[in-house]
T-cell receptor, first 110, second 112 residues
């Protein structure tokens, strides 16, 4: 069973700061997912990546397969980025099932 | 475009009562379907997944069950709810293969 660890658990930043959230996992995966959960509970998929780096707006996700590690970066953070960010991994199986990290609660202060 | 509908948004039920949460997907066919639960203060946990009609796999043994009577319909049920069933329940779908998952808005279930 894959163990997914995220750090930090909680993060407070000032508007404009560069933010990094880390994720590590224990077993080989088919893909790693970064999800965003807003206070109301709704979840949005931000990235799915299996190698290298992806960028969407101010968000950047990287993965190092050899080290079993991924990072999510937010540049020029804004209060609207405040949310819980969740790392999840999917295994090599037909079900595409996700195993989740515990989440990182981010608060960006104006 | 594809959409996922999950209802109800909130539900308050007494201990021992039955449960039925419904999830439907539009705009796609033969999706993988998932039920997750997020207990208060805890992370997401996969409860059930389905790769096709009538095919249900359970990840966590408990008093919940799932059914997929139609290709794009996924139902989470219980005959008798326990206090420990309280939580936030999310339905999700993905295309077959290694693809991003798309989540419903969730159902917040409180057991009294």
């Amino acid at each position: 069973k894959n163990e997914v660890e995220q750090s930090p658990q909680n993060l407070t930043a000032q508007e404009g700061e560069f933010i990094t959230i880390n994720c590590s996992y224990s077993v080989g995966i088919s893909a790693l997912h970064w999800l965003q959960q807003h206070p109301g509970g709704g979840i949005v998929s931000l990235f799915m990546l299996s190698s290298g780096k992806k960028k969407h707006g101010r968000l950047i996700a990287t993965i190092n397969i050899q080290e079993k590690h991924s990072s999510l970066h937010i540049t020029a953070s804004h209060p609207r980025d405040s949310a819980v960010y969740i790392c999840a991994v999917s295994a090599y199986n037909a079900g595409n099932m996700l195993t989740f990290g515990g989440g990182t609660r981010l608060m960006v202060k104006p | 475009s594809q959409t996922i509908h999950q209802w109800p948004a909130t539900l308050v039920q007494p201990v021992g009562s039955p449960l039925s949460l419904e999830c439907t997907v539009e705009g796609t066919s033969n999706p993988n379907l998932y039920w997750y639960r997020q207990a208060a203060g805890r992370g997401l946990q996969l409860l059930f997944y389905s790769v096709g009609i009538g095919q249900i796999s359970s990840e966590v043994p408990q008093n919940l069950s799932a059914s997929r009577p139609q290709d794009r319909q996924f139902i989470l049920s219980s005959k008798k709810l326990l206090l420990s069933d309280s939580g936030f329940y999310l339905c999700a779908w993905s295309p077959q293969g290694s693809q991003p998952q798309h989540f419903g808005d969730g159902t917040r279930l409180s057991i009294l």
